[in-house]
């Protein structure tokens, strides 16, 4: 696996987030970073047809129940990533054209060098992470998706199955540029096209590279 408002939802406060990662820095909310990321995320992006350009709240998990390590790998996208060492954070989400379909991005920034051991550990979550199931008839099953030339480094996962008993698929990215974590899930019902995954993961890249 390579490692390489309108409405600003999930800025949460640190003591709210869950760490992951270990040790280093304190968090701490930088004010002049939380204004960079609400005004990043008030732009349209380049996102693919379809897709409407005005941001909704952030993006949240379509099922209650998933282990520890799912939940680590898909949290990030609503506005929950690691909290160890972060400054700053902002999610939001998108609706596509397609049935089911919708864009959620989450941006996260951190102190020093620790976006770079967050996605190590989330590298690893999403190894560990096999598969979704709960009793409301969701089972999703999980298998690597590549991610090349995405940020300064990336790892990408496909949960297909079925969603309360219905086809389902929903892929994840998480890609580090410089000092941010940029998260992205792209679902949709029965399937989700990669080539569109790959157009959202560079519209939510490019938000933080220019």
């Known amino acids: 696996m390579k490692r390489k408002p309108w409405i600003i939802a999930s800025v949460l406060v640190t003591g709210l987030l869950a760490g992951c990662g270990g040790g280093g820095a304190e968090s701490f909310i930088d004010a002049q970073a939380m204004a960079q990321l609400r005004e990043v995320l008030s732009?349209?992006?380049p996102l693919p047809d379809g897709f409407t350009v005005r941001p909704e709240q952030a993006w949240r998990m379509p099922f209650g129940q998933a282990d520890r390590n799912c939940r680590a790998v898909l949290e990030p996208a609503g506005g929950r990533a690691p909290g160890q060492a972060l400054t700053a954070q902002a999610a939001v989400s998108y609706h596509g054209d397609g049935l089911g379909e919708q864009a959620g991005v989450g941006l996260a920034r951190y102190a020093g060098e620790?976006?770079?051991?967050h996605l190590d550990a989330l590298a690893e979550a999403m190894g560990a992470c096999r598969s979704v199931r709960t009793s409301s008839g969701t089972d999703?099953?999980?298998r690597e998706l590549p991610v090349r030339d995405a940020g300064d480094e990336a790892v990408g996962a496909r949960l297909s199955g079925r969603l309360n008993g219905y086809p389902y698929a929903m892929d994840v990215v998480l890609s580090r540029v410089?000092?941010?974590?940029v998260s992205v899930v792209h679902t949709g019902m029965n399937e989700?096209?990669?080539g569109r995954t790959r157009k959202v993961v560079e519209a939510a890249i490019s938000m933080v590279s220019t």
């Open 140 to 142: 999703l099953r999980l």
């Open 43 to 45: 732009k349209e992006p």
């Open 114 to 117: 620790e976006a770079e051991g």
């Open 178 to 181: 410089g000092d941010t974590l």
């Open 192 to 194: 989700v096209d990669a």
